[in-house]
């Protein structure tokens, strides 16, 4: 009884199975207005896939040569970038094995992203290669699959350093006004022109008329709190920094 059961569902059912595989082969074959009158007034057509959970619009875009095709399925509802099990979009399989480059190129201006990998880790772009179509490879095409990297973003700038003119620097001290005082005392006098700094001694090369000298100078190397480098041509007006 169970065997008869089930031999009448396999009955049943085959004449949807033959629907459903007519509807495949006209969205791969046919022409727009074969398409229409198959698909017209027809229920659940962006759930039916094949056993490999492929689409009709897979198979459009596989094998259709018309991109009216693809933009009355994608009308209907079709995901343009749906995935197959495999990871396969149908711009992949457009640009994989439909000959014709304005299914893709359809396919991209309804939105299909030609970023996406499969699970060979391939993008459509990688795909291009093994199209039938030895002149397949069009620049226009090209640059749609390729698009630029994203510009990574600036890097943080930091704020200019204001910088002015110190009249005196406070190595031992700290500044307290035009002057400066001891860092265990407390300053009760506005900003003025003394700069906190320390002042370490560097050996420095300079030049003259007469040739080439070598002396000791204290140079002043301000604190963040005032940046200011005092050079040699500033305290020597006669002499060049080598």
Not at 59 to 77: F, Q
Not at 177 to 206: F, H, K, L, M, Y
Not at 208 to 230: M, N
Request: hydrophobic letters at 45%.
């Amino acid at each position: 009884m169970r065997t008869f059961r089930a031999v009448m569902v396999v009955v049943a059912l085959a004449p949807i199975a033959k629907a459903q595989a007519d509807l495949f082969n006209v969205v791969r074959f046919g022409t727009l207005d074969e398409v229409t009158e198959a698909l017209e007034g027809a229920t659940g057509l962006t759930d039916m896939v094949d056993s490999y959970g492929q689409d009709l619009l897979v198979y459009a875009a596989n094998s259709n040569p018309d991109p009216e095709v693809v933009r009355y399925l994608i009308s209907l509802g079709f995901n343009v970038n749906m995935v197959t099990p495999e990871r396969w979009t149908p711009l992949m399989y457009a640009v994989r094995f439909n000959p014709e480059p304005l299914i893709a190129l359809a396919l991209l201006e309804l939105g299909a992203n030609p970023t996406v990998a499969n699970s060979a880790g391939q993008t459509a772009a990688d795909l291009v290669a093994d199209n039938p179509n030895p002149n397949y490879s069009t620049p226009s095409l090209l640059a749609r699959l390729s698009p630029p990297p994203p510009v990574a973003p600036a890097a943080p700038t930091r704020p200019p350093v204001q910088t002015r003119n110190c009249c005196r620097y406070c190595s031992t001290g700290q500044a307290c006004g035009d002057s400066c005082i001891s860092r265990s005392n407390t300053c009760r006098r506005g900003a003025g022109c003394a700069c906190n700094a320390v002042v370490p001694q560097q050996e420095i090369i300079v030049t003259a008329r007469a040739g080439l000298y070598r002396i000791d100078q204290v140079v002043a190397i301000a604190s963040v709190e005032c940046p200011v480098i005092v050079s040699a041509p500033r305290w020597f007006p006669h002499l060049s920094a080598a």
